[in-house]
């Protein structure tokens, strides 16, 4: 069992920074892919970034490629994604997710454990 507590949403204006976290318990995090996610009022929760038990492998959802980079701090049960020049489509809750498995995939069914999420809002 792995539980997700997601930090660091909050209100910015359009062009501005924000760095989300998300802290996990278990003695095993390393062994598990770790992706973050999305979802807009009225939309679908989608696939934003994830990254390889190791940190050596990562994949973005083209809209945030070059804006959003996805790290993750193994000795410490921690995902971070750091989000740079904001935009106003980027407003949502965004979860984290963990995956039991080597490989990223960007399906929510792929993910077994989900955190609670934090909202990001962009101001224009």
């Known amino acids: 069992q792995v539980q997700l507590v997601e930090s660091g949403g909050g209100l910015v204006q359009a062009g501005g920074s924000l760095r989300l976290s998300c802290a996990a318990s278990?003695?095993?995090?390393?062994?598990?892919?770790m992706g973050w996610f999305r979802q807009a009022p009225g939309k679908e929760r989608e696939f934003v970034a994830a990254?390889?038990?190791?940190?050596?492998?990562?994949y973005y959802r083209d809209p945030v490629k070059g804006r959003f980079t996805i790290s993750r701090d193994n000795a410490k049960n921690t995902v971070y994604l750091q989000m740079n020049s904001l935009r106003p489509e980027d407003t949502a809750a965004y979860y984290c997710?963990?995956?039991?498995?080597?490989?990223?995939?960007?399906?929510?069914?792929?993910?077994?454990?989900w955190g609670q999420g934090t909202q990001v809002t962009v101001s224009s």
């Open positions: 997710a963990a995956r039991g498995r080597k490989e990223i995939v960007t399906t929510t069914p792929g993910y077994d454990y």
């Open positions: 278990g003695r095993t995090f390393s062994s598990y892919v």
């Open positions: 990254i390889t038990g190791g940190g050596g492998t990562t």
